[in-house]
């Protein structure tokens, strides 16, 4: 499979270049083949519109292209994170501070791997959480395997200013 940092370090800076932040750079099985999956955002609205998800993926394709870094034959996905985001920032945990979210840990704090809790921020890369009604926790962002927003009420109140169209996605063939 692809090297995954390699490639995050070879698309982040085209996505900035365009104006837009990198959200999470993934390699998935798809039915027709790998998918290369970029997820971005606009900085000011934290979505991307159907136009943007075009933008971002005319300009990977050429320089993925010309790289050349995945040996065999995939897909480009260019996609919105949308309201129930992954959250693979330092800055995400600051960001989504009051929201619910579900974390799974390589390693168990408090002697659990996954649990729903509600986010309280971060300092250096401690990460502080709450699981309601029971503990509190602090983890260390490098023992996250994977962390997601929870759709609640409060989360579609607070994005309900932005527009829906930000749940597009743009799909091409590469090879």
Known sequence: ????????????????????????VKMMSGEDGPVLQVMAERPDTRQLVIEDCATISRALSGMLDE?????????????????????????????????????????PVLGKKQFKAVLKGREGEAIYAVIPDEDDLTFDFKNIHSAKLILTDKLIAETAPLSTEGAETITEEEG
Not at 1 to 24: N, S, W, Y
Not at 82 to 101: K, N, Q, S, V, Y
């Open 1 to 24: 499979m692809a090297d995954i940092a390699a490639l995050t370090q070879l698309i982040e800076p085209e996505v900035e270049k365009l104006g837009f932040a990198l959200v999470r």
């Open 67 to 107: 790289a050349d870094p995945i040996a065999d034959a995939y897909r480009l996905e260019v996609s919105s994170p949308g309201i129930d985001r992954p959250l693979t920032r330092l800055t995400d945990f600051d960001d989504w501070a009051g929201h619910e979210a579900r974390i799974n840990l390589i390693d």
